[in-house]
């Protein structure tokens, strides 16, 4: 698709055969950077970044809740469907709600298998173990002050499980042959493993933003089958497990229901709820491109404290690679939903989008982790977001200026819209939670999601801040599929009522937006699907307009 020709000239669409062209250039600036990019951890990849990211899935389900709400609802389940294996990593390990259910769940699985194993009469070691693995990154302060340096990481004896890690005892797991194994890796300074990721018996896999922690934030997560759950069982076994055999050996058992998988009814285990609690469900048996996109760590920030010197490169990792890419790529609408936004370079790429006539929409959190914010990037997201809309004022003055001089040019290609909003909680809603104690109302956004001309779509660990972009591992996976784009992005709109607090938005920038769904529904009525976008008011459902001139000041 090229640029638009006109202010008026609003029939362009979308170019949905552009993946071929995306996977190439990302390729190129991968394999140009190659020898630089030898040691990362991981750096399986490097060699031949297609064979070993580029796959197919079959998304299965979109999950939007509270952390504890997609353990318990989502999460827990899985794992209590599990026939021999279960991989769960994630980043953050605190006592909380999660932990205390999923430790609920172990126990109770481990008492139901233990059950059925002595009803059958027969020998306890005819059974296979059901081996389950816990990777985790951060613990505490004096956990990561102490924490070992070696890739090894370190694993956790039986004896700590209970106690420090808020799980079941040995005994108790041993009994139901359940074979747990809980093992962490940091590195000092700044250098968490972010990624986070369920995978059972190598067959499904789950991809939430959430950590097993006590925050009532605002989560999502994917689910997914087919080939790339081959490629995220290489990711860990490059990062985690470096013994992991390449196939799940075959488990003999006794031919009977002993060890069928229990349902969380026959366990007795409750779910929590949450007023975002939202599931779409693709039953579709089609798979779409999809791409691995990990992102090593990096112990050197790269700071540099003279105020007159360019930003520093991102190093670049395929996460990296691919959201800047992408980014470039846009030729008409880019949403953004992120935690933080301290990323010099998403900024810069997010100018130059604007610039190029494509309209931007952001929606990131107010005040969240304002202390981590200043550690790893030196600033903060609202500062950023003032430096954002400044520089796009001056972009709209100047364009101002340029076609009051009937400059040619600048009547060709129009600055494209920008649209900036807080999460915040439903007021009405979190009375509703205070006064139901079963019930979440989120407080912030914690959900990672760029869509891009509504056809890619990247989930997963990775911020648009400073640390994901620098110094953390992280771990994306992205999508090439105008279905899953219009799910997902309505599926988030339809939660993000009545959550958004306005903070800036280009003039008239909705209305456009409606009236360039409708232009483009009557010019070509055979793209009517094809050329489905998801707005600020389509798929956010805003509330209310917000002008510039009445818009909080940063």
């Known amino acids: 698709m090229t640029s638009r020709s006109s202010p008026n000239d609003r029939s362009a669409y979308i170019e949905f055969g552009s993946f071929p062209r995306f996977k190439d250039d990302w390729k190129a600036s991968l394999v140009k950077r190659a020898p630089a990019l030898h040691g990362e951890f991981p750096d399986y990849h490097v060699s031949d970044p297609e064979a070993s990211l580029v796959s197919s899935s079959n998304v299965r389900s979109f999950h939007l809740g509270t952390g504890a709400s997609i353990y318990t609802q989502l999460l827990i389940p899985a794992i209590i469907g599990a026939k021999y294996e279960v991989i769960l990593v994630t980043c953050f390990w605190a006592p909380s709600p999660t932990l205390s259910a999923l430790k609920d769940a172990l126990e109770k699985l481990a008492e139901n298998r233990r059950e059925r194993i002595r009803a059958s009469g027969l020998d306890t070691n005819i059974f296979p173990p059901l081996r389950i693995r816990i990777c985790f990154s951060s613990r505490s302060f004096f956990q990561k002050l102490f924490h070992t340096w070696s890739k090894d990481g370190y694993v956790y004896p039986p004896s700590t499980w209970s106690k420090r890690l808020g799980l079941p005892s040995p005994e108790v797991l041993e009994a139901g042959r359940i074979d747990l194994r809980v093992k962490s890796l940091f590195f000092l300074p700044f250098s968490v493993m972010h990624p986070k990721f369920l995978i059972v018996d190598r067959e499904r896999a789950w991809l939430p933003s959430c950590n097993v922690s006590w925050e009532v934030w605002l989560e999502g997560c994917v689910e997914i089958a087919g080939d790339a759950v081959a490629g995220l069982v290489e990711f860990y076994r490059q990062v985690w497990d470096k013994q992991l055999e390449s196939q799940l050996t075959a488990q003999v058992g006794p031919d009977n229901e002993s060890l069928r998988p229990p349902s969380l009814d026959e366990l007795g285990l409750t779910t929590a709820t949450s007023p975002v609690n939202l599931r779409d469900i693709f039953l579709s048996k089609s798979t779409i491109p999809t791409v691995l996109l990990p992102s090593s760590h990096h112990q050197n920030p790269k700071f540099d404290l003279v105020p007159w010197h360019e930003n520093p490169s991102p190093p670049p990792t395929p996460l990296n690679c691919a959201i800047l890419q992408l980014l470039d790529m846009a030729n008409h609408f880019i949403y953004m939903q992120t935690p933080n936004l301290t990323s010099a370079a998403v900024i810069d790429k997010l100018l130059e989008a604007l610039k190029r ?162 232009q483009d529904d009557t010019t070509n009525q055979s793209h009517r699907e094809n050329s489905r976008i998801i707005s600020p008011t389509e798929a956010g459902q805003r509330d209310s307009q917000c002008s510039d001139h009445d818009s909080p000041r940063l």
């Open 357 to 518: 006539g494509v309209n931007v929409a952001i929606v990131t959190s107010k005040r969240l982790m304002l202390l981590e914010q200043l550690v790893t990037a030196g600033t903060t997201t609202s500062f950023c977001l003032r430096y954002l809309i400044r520089r796009y004022k001056k972009l709209e003055a100047e364009q101002s200026r340029l076609r009051s001089n009937f400059d040619v040019e600048a009547q060709q290609i129009r600055l494209g819209f920008l649209t900036i909003d807080y999460f915040r909680p439903d007021p009405d809603r979190e009375a509703d939670c205070i006064e139901d104690e079963t019930t979440e109302e989120p407080v912030q956004s914690h959900l990672k999601l760029t869509l891009v001309d509504g056809q890619y779509v990247v989930l997963g660990s990775g911020n648009m801040d400073r640390a994901s972009w620098f110094t953390s591992q992280e771990l994306g996976i992205m999508f090439h599929s105008k279905d899953i784009a219009t799910a997902v992005g309505t599926a988030v709109g339809n939660v993000l009522s009545g959550r958004r607090q306005p903070v800036f938005s280009s003039s008239a920038a909705d209305d456009e937006l409606v009236r360039e769904l409708r």
